[in-house]
Structure formats: structure tokens, C-alpha cells
């Protein structure tokens, strides 16, 4: 059974940084995609970050672009999202997805961790 745990997050202001986690546990993780979504309220959840298990590619959407980085901690199973330059707009529940690359985002997600930014 595939398992994710988030960690990171937390509370800072506008300008400053966090880093997220993303720990998978249960499978080989060759071949697959790792990244977040965000979900603020009254919003849809949205496409933030992917990495390729290979860690040769990745993608961000172009809110994050030049301020997040997604990366891999391979030996550990573990993604991590280093987020600079944080805004307000960033403020959202961030959840981690694990999926084949053919079929991703996946069926597999992490529980969620709140980032907030405050102006």
C-alpha cells in the first residue's frame, strides 16, 4: 500500500521561505511522478510542481515559476518543494500526488499541509 506524509509548512511573511516534504513508502518509485497541488478556499485545487522520479524533468506552473523549486531526496524516497518568495496568494492547503508518469497526477495523495502567508 502506497503511503505519503506530508510535512513542512507553516506560518511566515510575505518574502520569506518554507519547505515542504513528501516522504512515499510501499513501492518502487522508477517510473513515476511526484508533485503538489494547492487548494485555497472557495478555490479550485491547482497545479503547483512535478518532478520525474528521474529527476529529469520538471514542471511548474507559472504562478511558482523562478520562486518554488521541487527536487528529490532519492535514497529517502522523499520530493521536497523549497518555496522563496512567498505571497499571500500562496496561502493554501498544499498536498503531495504520486502517479505513473503515462497517468499523472495520481491516485495517491498526502494528507495535506496549510502554508500561510501573511502580508
Known amino acids: 500500500q502506497v503511503q505519503l506524509v506530508e510535512s513542512g509548512g507553516g506560518l511566515v511573511q510575505a518574502g520569506g521561505s518554507l519547505r515542504l516534504y513528501c516522504a512515499a513508502s510501499?513501492?518502487?518509485?522508477?517510473?513515476?511522478?511526484m508533485g503538489w497541488f494547492r487548494q485555497s478556499p472557495g478555490k479550485e485545487r491547482e497545479f503547483v510542481a512535478s518532478i520525474a522520479w528521474s529527476g529529469l524533468t520538471t514542471n511548474y506552473a507559472d504562478s511558482v515559476k523562478d520562486r518554488f523549486t521541487i527536487g528529490l531526496h532519492n535514497a529517502k524516497n522523499t520530493a521536497y518543494l523549497q518555496m522563496n518568495s512567498l505571497k499571500p496568494e500562496d496561502t493554501a492547503v498544499y498536498y503531495c500526488n504520486l502517479g505513473p508518469t503515462a497517468f499523472w497526477p495520481g491516485n495517491y495523495w498526502g494528507q495535506g499541509t496549510q502554508v500561510t502567508v501573511e502580508s
Open positions: 510501499g513501492r518502487s518509485l522508477a517510473g513515476y511522478v
